[in-house]
């Protein structure tokens, strides 16, 4: 059973930086996708970035081009999300999300990490 297991989240001042980890198990992951995704509160998830196992191939939302970086160690089967120049409005619970081949949507999920920036 696939297992996904954030950590990294935390509070931190507008203009800072955090590294979000997820850690996987639980079979090889070549031809996934990696991603993660966000819930603001009162708010639905939203897709954050992704990267593709085998290519590295990387895409981001618009709101966080440029500031954040999604990047993956396959020797530990861990994916990072660096966060740069935080602001306000990036927080919420951050969530790691895999999809395995010939899936359309993300159908493993971990539990989430906080992250909480302040003004």
């Known amino acids: 059973q696939v297992q996904l297991v954030e950590s990294g989240g935390g509070l931190v001042q507008a203009g800072g930086s955090l590294r979000l980890s997820c850690a996987a198990s639980?079979?090889?992951?070549?031809?996934?996708?990696m991603g993660w995704f966000r819930r603001a509160p009162g708010k639905e998830r939203n897709f954050v970035a992704a990267?593709?196992?085998?290519?590295?191939?990387?895409f981001y939302a618009d709101s966080v081009e440029g500031r954040f970086a999604i990047s993956r160690d396959t020797a530990k089967n861990t994916v990072f999300l660096q966060m740069n120049s935080l602001k306000p409005e990036d927080t919420a619970v951050y969530y790691c999300?895999?999809?395995?081949?010939?899936?359309?949507?993300?159908?493993?999920w971990g539990h989430g990490t906080q992250v909480i920036v302040s003004s």
């Open positions: 990267i593709t196992w085998s290519g590295g191939n990387t």
């Open positions: 639980g079979r090889t992951f070549s031809n996934y996708a």
């Open positions: 999300g895999a999809r395995s081949p010939a899936q359309d949507d993300y159908n493993y």
